[in-house]
């Protein structure tokens, strides 16, 4: 087992995290419950920006609030300097919400609405990353009919396989996302955007997948990308100000997982963009980077309390937890592995094998396969490592589950940044089939 951040065992056999008791947090604030060890997101978020700033590299370091977007969460973003990358109307609202910069927010997506992109003008945001024809031209017609003049990067697909799960796949030429590098289309969009008064067109973004372990489809996608801006310098005399090379930098969930540190990420993307930049005789453009997952993900843990279990004599043991795939849905969407311990039984040695089951109403709401713990009964308290990324941020109320709250702890401090869904919140949109009257 191997702790992140300020996780460790405190004097009394407890998993402490930020210098606090997460048994204790758990009774005070009940379970599920999401921890966030502020301190490890802050030390995430400086390495990568030291990484650039020790090459001497213009950089904006976005972080992807799509991996957990809460108000607390944008502003500490904002505290660490960092930049926003914002993929909907929701996320801009939380930004917004939470007073992050406008002028540091990068809108993505794939089918903005007229709605969303006519928002972000209005809030005069920092970028937005245009991804298909109908976008492009929806943008500029929505700022020439303001009078307004916004900062675009055109997302690209440079026909790429990353080795990652499918589903997080996004750089091969057959992708929802952006406009392929290959086919034309990219060169299309570069002409069109060149064109338009309204859209200052910066450069490119690219992001070729998420929880990646190895350079090489950053660095693939870089020359590939720099090969047709050498074409776009030459025919269109466009030179990009601005490269986003996107996020996917991959991190331990369990000890299947062998990632290089963020800051080998970066420093063999900037020597690959020096190369490429000097092949073609061009300036070394700002380089954007988006990380999610590997800014918050290891920060975060999940304490459930322990409840049924049933055993399958002579074949598994299952012990269910009082949330899962409502509060963790990457098991059963991308067969996700987590290490797991009792938080309350921390240094005690594991006594059986068991599989952690969620309480949905689905055989596929599996947390943990096969997970050696001490004897495990209903005054226990688990603790799921690694749950900071697309955990809180894909929750759902599946069987009308509430969503958790969430815990910021940092210097033996703890805050409440969000509260725990009610039953009253899972029917506060309803509406009756007919009106009651009051008698
Ligand atoms: C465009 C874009 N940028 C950044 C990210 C963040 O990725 P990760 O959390 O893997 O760093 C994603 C998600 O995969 C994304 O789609
Ligand atoms: N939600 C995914 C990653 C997709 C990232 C969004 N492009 C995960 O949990 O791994």
Redesign the pocket.
């Known amino acids: 087992m191997q702790f992140h951040g300020t996780a460790k065992v405190n004097s009394i056999g407890h998993l402490e995290i930020g210098g606090i008791d997460t048994v204790k947090l758990a009774e005070q604030y009940g379970t599920p419950l999401y921890i966030y060890d502020v301190a490890l997101i802050r030390e995430r978020a400086r390495s990568f920006k030291r990484t650039f700033e020790s090459l001497g590299i213009k950089a904006q370091v976005a972080y ?1 609030s ?2 957990f977007s809460t108000v607390a969460m944008v502003q500490l973003a904002a505290e660490e300097g960092l930049s926003l ?1 914002v ?1 909907s109307g929701g996320e801009l609202y939380t930004a917004m919400a939470a007073g992050f910069p406008p002028e540091k927010i990068h809108f ?1 997506g794939n089918n903005k609405s007229l709605e969303e992109l006519d928002m972000a003008i209005e809030k005069e945001i920092g970028c937005f ?1 245009v991804d298909n024809f109908y976008e492009l031209e929806m943008l500029n017609d929505l700022c020439l009919a303001k009078g307004k003049q916004v900062n675009v990067l055109l ?1 690209v697909t440079p026909g790429i396989e990353a080795h990652t799960h499918d589903y ?1 796949l ?1 750089g091969q030429e057959d992708s929802k ?1 952006g406009f392929g590098l290959q086919n034309g289309q990219a060169d299309e969009a570069v002409e069109a955007a060149l064109k338009s008064k309204n859209l200052k067109l910066l450069g490119v ?1 690219c ?1 070729i ?4 372990f190895e350079t090489t489809g950053f660095l693939l996608a870089a020359k590939k990308i720099f090969e047709k801006l050498n074409g776009w310098k030459k025919e269109k005399s466009f030179e990009p100000t601005v490269l986003n090379l ?4 991959g991190i331990r969930y369990t000890s299947e997982d062998d990632p290089i540190p963020a800051s080998q990420y970066v420093e063999e993307i900037i020597d690959e963009v020096k190369k490429q930049a000097k092949r073609f005789d061009m300036k070394v453009p700002e380089i954007w980077i ?5 800014l918050v ?1 290891d920060a975060g843990t999940t304490l459930y309390r322990i409840g049924s279990r049933k055993e399958v004599p002579n074949v598994r043991q299952y012990v269910a937890v009082d949330g899962g795939m409502s509060d963790n849905i990457r098991p059963a969407l991308y067969q996700a592995k987590y290490e797991a311990i009792l938080a309350n039984k921390a240094l005690e040695e594991p006594e059986e094998t068991v599989s952690i089951a969620g309480k949905a109403c689905e055989s596929g709401d599996m947390l943990i396969w096969d997970l050696p713990l001490p004897k495990a009964g209903s005054t226990d308290i688990l603790a799921v490592f690694c749950t900071g ?2 955990g809180y941020s894909m929750a759902n109320n599946y069987n009308r589950i509430p969503r958790p709250a969430v815990v910021f702890v940092e210097n033996g401090k703890e805050r409440l940044v969000v509260k725990r869904e009610t039953f009253e919140d899972m029917v506060r949109l309803d509406l009756p089939l007919e009106e009651r009257v009051n008698k």
């Open positions: 992807a799509k991996a990358d993929v993505h990353v997302r997080i996004t996302f973004h992001h997948g998420s929880q990646i996107g996020g996917g930098f988006e990380p999610g997952r590997s993900g990324a697309y």
